[in-house]
């Protein structure tokens, strides 16, 4: 059992989907009722990763191209 409540719970998960920082476009396509949180936490840490490999390679990102 929990020690804490699901009120509790979906809080703390609400404050790391605000703490992944969404573009505006990421927010359009996930939506409120869309993706699952950890769906989401999966696809930006990829995003993060796929764009720390084209700084080490110092390629540029195109803004609006993922």
Same mark, same amino acid.
């Given at each position: ?11 703390? =998960? ?13 927010? @359009?396509?996930?939506?409120? +009722? $869309? ?7 999966? =696809? ?13 390679? @110092?390629?540029?990102?195109? +803004? $609006?191209?993922?």
């Amino acid at each position: 059992m929990s020690c804490w409540t699901k009120e509790q719970l979906e809080n703390m =998960l609400e404050d790391v989907v605000n703490e992944l920082n969404l573009s505006d476009a990421m927010i @359009e396509k996930h939506g409120q +009722e $869309g993706t699952a949180p950890a769906t989401l936490v999966r =696809l930006v840490l990829e995003q993060k990763d796929r764009q720390m490999k084209m700084l080490k390679l @110092e390629m540029k990102q195109i +803004e $609006g191209v993922s």
